[in-house]
Nanobody
């Protein structure tokens, strides 16, 4: 059993910052990558940022230069520092944990709302 829990969402004004955190626990003998995805109302889920245990990062085009992902492999945690937030960043943000054989575990999501 694997549990993924996000925290840190909330309401912020445009131009502000928020930090999301995610912790994975349970039967995790190996994590290949941890990442963040988001889904806005009426839109498909999109990649925000993914970080592999080898240190490779992949950012969505819309967040490059504004968001920073970091991971603590020893604690199975991943964080997302979000700067210069825009109203279009408003979405539910989901943490994902990728283990061998392509399996992913998801958190329940945390709401981020950016007001203009």
């Amino acid at each position: 059993q694997v549990h993924v829990v996000e925290s840190g969402g909330g309401l912020v004004q445009a131009g502000g910052s928020l930090r999301l955190s995610c912790a994975a626990s349970g039967t995790l003998w190996r994590i290949n990558a941890m990442g963040w995805y988001r889904q806005a109302p009426g839109k498909q889920r999109e990649t925000v940022a993914v970080l592999t245990n080898g240190g490779t990062t992949n950012y969505g085009d819309s967040v490059k230069g504004r968001f920073i992902i970091s991971m603590d492999s020893a604690r199975n945690t991943v964080s997302l520092q979000m700067n210069s937030l825009k109203p279009e960043d408003t979405a539910v943000y989901y943490c994902s944990v990728e283990v061998p054989f392509g399996r992913k575990y998801w958190g329940q999501g945390t709401q981020v709302t950016v007001s203009s």
